[in-house]
Structure formats: C-alpha cells, structure tokens
C-alpha cells in the first residue's frame, strides 16, 4: 500500500526547511511566535502523516491519512503565504518553500486520487 519513498523524503526535507525558518522567527515578536508555531506544527505533521500513511491497516487508512496530509500541507502554504505577505519575516525570501508546499498539495492530491481509483 506504500507509496514511492520519494514523497516521505520530500515531505521530510521540507519539514526540516520548515523548522529552520521557525527557528529564525522564535526571537521575535509575540504574533511571530504564534504565526511561527502555526507553520511548525503544520508544515511538520505532513511528513509525519504521510509516513503514517506508509504502515495504513487498509486502503481507507491509506487514504485518510494522505487525506490529512493533504490539509496539512495546504494550511502550511496559508500560513507561508501569510507570512511572506507580512512583514514579519523580514528579507528571506518564501517563495521556494510556498512553491514546494503548492508541489506537496498536487502530488498527494494525485495519490489520493489514484488511491480511490485502484480501490
């Protein structure tokens, strides 16, 4: 029922981008600190899911956990576009970490998809 490690090393690679920008925004202010556990503990709970996915008890599993993921990964582009649009992240760029969360949102939707198709 896995999928192909590349989608658990992509989403692990990215929650480690996630938890060096978080790292940057934890000195600063207080509405820094809450936009930056936001982005944590979403933008690090879709790897976590889509490993979870990769052990799935059944086809819904599978699915449900990718179904998660999926959530995941787009409250974390909200959350970085948020972000970048403030001022609150100063001259670092977010526009690569955007991008991949966009990547991450259209490749797990096409798992899902062709999960339900060879149901």
Sequence with gaps: MGETPDIVERTFRFALSIIELTGELNGRSSSQRVLS????????????????????ESKAD?????????????ETKYWLKLLSASTTVG???LGTLIKESDELCRIIAQIIINARRNK
Excluded: C, M, P
């Excluded at 556990?37 to 799935?56: D, F, W």
């Excluded at 699915?63 to 995941?72: Q, R, S």
């Design 37 to 56: 556990n936001q982005v944590l503990r979403s933008g690090t709970s879709i790897g976590a899911n889509v490993e979870e996915a990769q052990a799935a």
């Design 62 to 74: 599978f699915i449900h956990k990718y179904n998660i993921a999926l959530k995941e990964a787009r």
């Design 91 to 93: 001259q670092r760029d």
